[in-house]
């Protein structure tokens, strides 16, 4: 059945008005998404169609008698799909989830505030220099509080736009200043809150290049709306060009 | 006060609750199509002041709509007859219960005329929005009014839960075995029962984070916080996540508080109109305890994106995935009861029916969003929006409009307008569902809950938002139609109150006590209900029944 959600995609999706799936994750997620829509859909005829059928009949003098097959087989097979959908479901997430990014995932810090995102990248040295909550200061370029004396934080470089190459997994260090903030990227079939106080990981590569909405998903205040940025995926070529351009920059 | 006009004093608390909260949702959906519409005597309306809207609707319709009306309204007005009691356990804890009720209400429609407005942080109120008042307008004063409000409506609903309990424990009649309970009864009891841990837990919860805001605590708030520039540090390396943990326990049983008694008033009103036994009737009765238990357990999965460990959204994956099963039994025992009844298609019916299809619809996308994966895509998505007022909103609805067409014979000695009722309903539902269903396919491609505006955003963020926006207009209009759907229910209530009281004491051939001649006699000399059968006992061809309060002997012939 899964081949044929995934052979058969944009058939099947075609009423279903998902957004373009980029990320190397998304297809499996996008199948599983599709047969629970279909199982709901023909469930939810199934279930009206029996209600209109049962009104509509002739009255039946009969006692109910076996109760076992009315209730409890449709019982029974309704429990084994939920499980199958549950254990369907359950590997992915386990997949998505349960271990982190692989050793050479491009990392990137990406820190909500009221109400933007900025997005840290940690320079030739790989390491995020410190960040002090005193130190922020969006008004004079440095809206992550990082501090400048800490040797780190000399190649770390901060983009209002999250630039990611295609086909390399991006370890994502998620981090909020004042409230929780809903770190959502609808066409890479992500989200994560980001919880001030704590740093959430998440990981997963994008594969087609183009450009992508990056939305707020949890109420954080008045801005809350547009709190939106761009995520750009580039090919593995030019996100190179624009690493090393914005290095420079960024260690002046 | 008598329970009888507490009922109605709940019920008076609520219907001006749901026209306030109505209207507000009207004016969300109007911003929301056509963002430069001014409200008149007005003027736009501003983003914060949407978010108001969202949570002021919110709290009127989950806590003074879905748990007053249903549970201490027509709990109190027809509870005690439906099992043959006179009188309530506790009159003085219930009348007092409904006092705090009001002043939880007024303070809470006081909260947007405070400066800075009402509490701009929805009814869940996550903190450090809710907690610190310099994150946005309306969090100063006005969250403390919300704070106040919610905290009395705790406390009130702890008291009238408990008189509830007390009641249904020990003031049933001789006879009145827990067997012979109607299932509303049982819908009454599980949600009472529920109610009890969870707005106790939410109380603790509002006290904390009254103590975070006033008092330099650190419960929720991490040790440092950088909002609006200013550095803020907290006592204790405290975090969000608890408030989450400890709010959810309340919210996730708060909504099966709002829906149960539903579900238990379908069950019998689908028997009295199909004439037979609820199918699987003692079944049905476990499913409702076990929803009700499974309830608790289940909280986690409006946490699966929140930070959690992914350990634990497998683990709440599973209880939710099984909270499936007991609903569907539900819905197998509904289309069973009715199935080859040639049931009367009364008003009542009609509204019953339309509680099941609706549960149905609602309910159907309970399972995919209890998949972690999947949540990844949809939280806080229309397509949640989509699900929750489908299930709890709209079958919560129909089961009060259902229990008003129902019980008005008990409560008005009079019947409401079958044509009338009729068309109310079919409007209603068409209505209803053509404003929801479209949710589903705007959360599908992407529009999160909470936007204010959805156009005038720029970027690829700006073009996926803007993309909704034809049926941003089809779903206002319909939510105008909805509400205007409701117009003949209001001239049916004028014609038929105006009307002399002529209804027939039986007018629906029901089996349960509160259709007993003197089930709501004053009279101290009347004499004490007495149970002799289970409810619903229809003879096979459906010609004849045994109401509850007959001794067996002589069967009684329909009208």
Redesign the interface.
């Not at chain 2, 999160?448 to 959805?454: D, E, G, I, S, T």
């Not at chain 2, 970027?459 to 938002?465: Q, R």
């Given at each position: 059945m899964t081949h044929f959600f995934q052979s058969h995609g944009f058939l099947v999706a075609s009423i279903w008005p998902l957004p373009t799936d980029a990320a190397a994750h998304g297809p499996a997620l996008d199948a599983q998404l599709l047969l629970n829509l279909w199982i709901g859909l023909a469930l939810l005829a199934l279930a009206h169609i029996l209600v209109i059928v049962g009104l509509a009949k002739r009255r039946t003098h009969t006692p109910p008698r076996r109760q076992a097959l009315i209730e409890f087989l449709p019982l029974a097979a309704l429990a084994i799909l939920f499980a199958f959908l549950a254990t369907r479901a359950e590997a992915l997430w386990e997949t998505a989830r349960y271990t982190g990014p692989s050793r050479s995932a491009l990392q990137v810090e990406v820190v909500g505030m009221q109400f933007a995102w900025y997005f840290r990248y940690p320079g030739p040295d790989a390491t995020f220099g410190v960040a002090k909550p005193e130190l922020v200061a969006p008004g004079e370029g440095n809206p992550v509080g990082i501090d400048p004396t800490d040797p780190h934080s000399a190649d770390d470089f901060v983009s209002s736009q999250l630039v990611l190459p295609a086909g390399r997994e991006v370890d994502l260090r998620l981090h909020s200043q004042d409230v929780i903030h809903g770190f959502s990227v609808p066409q890479m079939r992500l989200k994560q809150n980001a919880v001030p106080g704590q740093d959430i990981h998440i990981h997963f590569t994008p594969t087609i290049p183009g450009d992508y909405a990056i939305l707020c998903t949890q109420l954080c205040g008045l801005g809350h709306y547009r709190m939106t940025a761009t995520l750009r995926v580039l090919p593995e070529a030019a996100f190179e060009v624009w690493l090393t351009q914005h290095s420079k920059s960024g260690a002046r | 006060m008598k329970h009888r006009t507490l009922g109605f004093a709940y019920l008076a608390l609520s219907t001006a609750a749901l026209l306030a909260g109505t209207t507000l949702s009207l004016l969300m959906r109007l911003h929301l199509a056509w963002p430069d519409w001014p409200l008149p005597l007005h003027g736009p309306i501003?983003?914060?002041e949407y978010?108001g809207l969202?949570t002021l609707h919110g709290t009127l319709m989950l806590f003074f709509v879905l748990t007053i009306a249903p549970l201490w309204g027509f709990g109190s007005l027809i509870l005690p007859a439906q099992i043959g009691s006179r009188r309530m356990a506790f009159p003085k804890l219930n009348s007092a219960a409904f006092w705090l009720l009001t002043a939880s209400l007024l303070i809470v429609c006081a909260s947007p005329f405070v400066p800075g407005g009402t509490a701009?942080?929805?009814w869940t109120a996550?903190?450090?929005?809710s907690a610190?008042a310099s994150?946005?307008?309306g969090q100063g004063l006005g969250m403390d009014l919300w704070l106040a409000s919610i905290a009395l409506f705790s406390l009130a609903t702890c008291m009238a839960a408990v008189n509830m309990l007390t009641t249904i424990v020990c003031l049933r009649c001789d006879g009145m075995a827990w067997h012979r309970l109607p299932l509303t009864v049982w819908g009454w009891f599980t949600a009472s029962l529920l109610s009890l841990p969870s707005f106790a837990v939410l109380l603790a919860a509002l006290v904390l984070l009254f103590c975070d805001r006033h008092l330099h605590t650190g419960f929720f708030?991490?040790?440092?916080?950088?909002?609006?520039?200013i550095?803020t540090h907290s006592p204790a390396?405290?975090?969000?996540?608890l408030w989450l943990h400890l709010f959810w326990f309340f919210g996730h049983p708060e909504v099966y508080i709002a829906v149960l008694p539903g579900m238990g008033l379908v069950s019998m009103v689908l028997a009295n109109f199909a004439r037979r036994r609820v199918?699987?009737y003692r079944?049905m009765i476990a499913v409702m305890v076990l929803i009700g238990g499974i309830g608790i357990l289940v909280w986690g999965h409006h946490m699966f994106?929140?930070?959690l460990s992914?350990?634990a959204?497998?683990a709440f994956?599973?209880s939710s995935?099984a909270i499936?099963?007991p609903a569907?039994?539900e819905?197998?025992?509904?289309?069973?009861t009715?199935?080859?009844?040639?049931?009367r298609?009364t008003t009542s019916m009609l509204f019953a029916?339309g509680f099941?299809?609706l549960f149905?619809?609602g309910g159907?996308?309970g399972?995919?969003l209890?998949?972690?994966?999947?949540?990844?895509?949809?939280?806080?998505?229309f397509f949640v929006v989509a699900h929750f007022h489908l299930i709890m909103a709209m079958a919560g609805v129909f089961g009060l409009y259902l229990a008003t067409y129902y019980w008005f014979p008990l409560i008005a000695s009079r019947t409401l307008n079958e044509r009338l009722g009729k068309i109310h309903f079919w409007l209603t539902i068409f209505f209803a569902y053509s404003t929801f269903l479209p949710m589903h396919?705007t959360g599908?491609?992407?529009e999160?809950?909470?936007?204010?505006?959805?156009t005038g955003?720029i970027?690829?963020?700006?073009?996926?938002?803007s993309s909704t926006m034809p049926l941003q207009r089809h779903i206002t209009v319909s939510a105008l139609c909805l509400a205007l759907a409701q117009i003949p229910f209001f001239i049916n209530l004028w014609i038929t109150l105006r009307s002399p009281a002529t209804s027939a004491s039986n007018p629906w051939d029901a089996t349960t006590m509160e259709w007993a001649p003197n089930a709501f006699s004053e009279d101290p000399a009347a004499p004490e209900p007495t149970t002799h059968v289970a409810p619903c006992e229809y003879s096979?061809?459906?010609e004849t029944f045994h109401p509850q309060w007959q001794p067996v002997t002589q069967p009684n012939q329909p009208e």
């Open positions: - | 501003l983003p914060e978010l969202v701009i942080s929805g996550y903190p450090p929005l610190v994150a946005g307008p708030l991490p040790a440092t916080l950088v909002v609006n520039g550095v390396d405290g975090s969000p996540l199918f699987a079944l994106v929140a930070g992914p350990f959204g497998s994956a599973i995935m499936a099963v569907s039994a819905v197998l025992s509904w289309i069973a009715v199935w080859g009844s040639r049931a298609l029916l099941v299809s149905i619809t159907l996308t399972p995919i209890a998949q972690p994966i999947l949540d990844q895509y949809l939280h806080n998505t396919i599908l491609a992407g999160p809950r909470h936007y204010a505006q959805l955003i970027g690829p963020s700006g073009t996926l938002l096979l061809d459906g």
